[in-house]
């Protein structure tokens, strides 16, 4: 069970935060971070496997790389975002966690511009 070491690793590193961030807080916030980092690597693997499925799944439904991988893409974007934002929102950075947030969803639009494009082409040869 790999969530009760991303657990385990979570709670330890709450408990030194909480015991740190008293002391020297500067500290504290580099080690959310690198805990963050730990985390990420222990889930790499199943990040890498549902990349891999998702491929295999859309080959099969004969869906375009293209689309995939702007789908792909955004699934990316999404994450990253939301990880940099909580570990701005860690360190006390509420405005900037904000503006990492408005920029993910810009870049999220950016690459979604062409599916919605195909969806607006579809729907008007649809219609008479």
């Known amino acids: 069970m790999e969530i009760i070491q991303i657990i ?3 709670f330890v590193a709450t408990l ?10 500067e500290i504290a916030v580099q080690l959310s971070l690198v805990t963050a980092i730990i985390i990420f690597m222990l889930i790499i693997d199943k990040i890498s496997m549902i990349i891999t499925l998702i491929q295999e799944l859309a080959d099969k439904a004969h869906v375009s790389q293209l689309y995939l991988n702007t789908i792909l893409k955004i699934i990316g974007i999404a994450y990253i975002t ?5 570990v701005c929102r860690d360190a006390g950075e509420g405005s900037v966690a904000g503006k990492i ?7 999220v639009l950016v ?6 494009a195909l969806v607006l082409e579809t729907i008007t040869k649809l219609l008479p």
């Open 82 to 86: 939301e990880f940099g934002a909580q």
């Open 101 to 107: 947030e408005l920029a993910g969803k810009v870049f």
């Open 8 to 10: 385990g690793v979570g």
């Open 16 to 25: 030194l935060i909480l015991v740190i961030r008293t002391r020297k807080p």
């Open 111 to 116: 690459l979604a511009i062409p599916i919605i």
